[in-house]
């Protein structure tokens, strides 16, 4: 079913959905499986963004015999970003979870990260780029491209964070709730983690390998996406000199 009303179990994961329907079957059987063994209570959310294909229609037909997950949707495609964005607004549960739809990183570890979280971390990633992480599987470009901006935000931050780029995590909703992030595409994924470190936030990393794609078409496009780490990198680096600049007045006043 579609929902107007927020979610208010103990974790709500957030699915964003831009044409997949060729692994929803997969998807669904193994949430379905992993609610039974491990996370009875908890809820999904899917966001489909204006898919062409038959992604959210497929989720209606599927929603109809379960009651564990619902459906939202953007009339158009407005991108990665405003789907978690209108994601967070539905989700009220105190743990809020977001995950690749096309099981890149297992749904199954999902209670890994929110245990994390329960212990008092503010944002939990999986770290395809930790040093203790096996091996990525896919596309050279992406696993070159996510490598390569994590490496930079990671040096501009100063702090031991590998991974700014995975959609895999959970968060303490009342602390993701204080981010605001501006960028409607795959960007945005490294804005919330960014801004969670600017702002103090515990931030936890779980070493996890990313496996290759096995339906559909990757939906991310180099060009823009570079483009818009550009343009957060240098917001960054205002972002960590103003904080800098901050500090240095602090001192001086104090
Ligand atoms: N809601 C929404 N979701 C999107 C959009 N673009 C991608 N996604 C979802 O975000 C997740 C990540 O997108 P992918 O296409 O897998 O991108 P990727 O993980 O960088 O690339 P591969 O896994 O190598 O294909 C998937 O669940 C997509 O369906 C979008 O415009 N809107
Ligand atoms: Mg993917």
Same mark, same amino acid.
Request: neutral net charge; contains cysteine.
């Given at each position: 079913?579609?929902? $107007?009303?927020? *979610?208010?179990?103990?974790?709500?994961?957030?699915?964003?959905?831009?044409?997949?329907? =060729?692994? +929803?079957?997969?998807?669904? %059987?193994?949430?379905?499986?992993?609610?039974?063994?491990?996370? =009875? $209570?908890?809820?999904?959310?899917?966001? $489909?963004?204006?898919?062409?294909?038959?992604?959210?229609?497929?989720? /209606?037909?599927?929603?109809? #015999?379960? $009651?564990?997950?619902?459906?939202?949707?953007?009339? %158009?495609?407005?991108?990665?970003?405003?789907? /978690?964005?209108?994601?967070? %607004?539905?989700?009220?549960?105190?743990?809020?979870?977001?995950?690749?739809? #096309?099981?890149?990183?297992?749904?199954?570890?999902?209670?890994?990260?929110?245990?994390?979280?329960?212990?008092?971390?503010?944002?939990?990633?999986?770290? =395809?780029?930790?040093?203790?992480?096996?091996?990525?599987? !896919?596309?050279?470009?992406?696993?070159?491209?996510?490598?390569?901006?994590?490496?930079?935000?990671? /040096?501009? *931050?100063?702090?031991?964070?590998?991974?700014?780029?995975?959609?895999?995590?959970?968060?303490?909703?009342?602390?993701?709730?204080?981010?605001?992030?501006?960028?409607?595409?795959?960007?945005?994924?490294?804005? *919330?983690?960014?801004?969670?470190?600017?702002? !103090?936030?515990?931030?936890? %990393?779980?070493?996890?390998?990313?496996?290759?794609?096995?339906? !559909?078409?990757?939906? +991310?496009?180099?060009?823009?996406? *570079?483009?818009?780490?550009?343009?957060?990198?240098?917001?960054?680096?205002?972002?960590? !000199?103003?904080?800098?600049?901050?500090?240095?007045?602090?001192?001086?006043?104090?």
């Amino acid at each position: 079913m579609t929902t $107007d009303s927020s *979610i208010t179990a103990p974790v709500t994961v957030i699915v964003p959905c831009y044409n997949e329907e =060729a692994g +929803l079957p997969f998807l669904l %059987e193994r949430l379905r499986k992993m609610r039974a063994r491990n996370a =009875a $209570d908890w809820h999904f959310l899917f966001v $489909d963004d204006g898919s062409s294909d038959d992604t959210f229609a497929a989720l /209606l037909r599927a929603a109809q #015999d379960a $009651d564990w997950f619902e459906v939202v949707r953007h009339p %158009e495609n407005l991108g990665l970003g405003a789907a /978690l964005r209108t994601g967070f %607004e539905h989700a009220l549960s105190p743990i809020v979870c977001t995950i690749d739809s #096309d099981c890149t990183y297992p749904p199954e570890k999902l209670p890994e990260l929110t245990a994390l979280v329960a212990d008092g971390a503010d944002i939990v990633t999986a770290s =395809a780029w930790h040093p203790e992480s096996a091996a990525a599987e !896919g596309s050279s470009t992406r696993i070159w491209l996510s490598r390569m901006v994590s490496g930079l935000y990671k /040096l501009l *931050i100063g702090q031991d964070v590998y991974t700014f780029t995975c959609l895999f995590r959970a968060y303490r909703a009342e602390s993701v709730r204080r981010i605001r992030f501006r960028s409607n595409g795959f960007a945005a994924v490294a804005e *919330i983690m960014l801004r969670a470190i600017l702002g !103090g936030q515990r931030v936890a %990393e779980v070493p996890m390998r990313l496996e290759s794609r096995r339906f !559909g078409e990757s939906k +991310l496009k180099v060009g823009d996406a *570079i483009m818009a780490h550009v343009r957060l990198l240098l917001l960054t680096a205002f972002m960590v !000199g103003a904080r800098q600049a901050r500090a240095v007045g602090n001192k001086l006043a104090g």
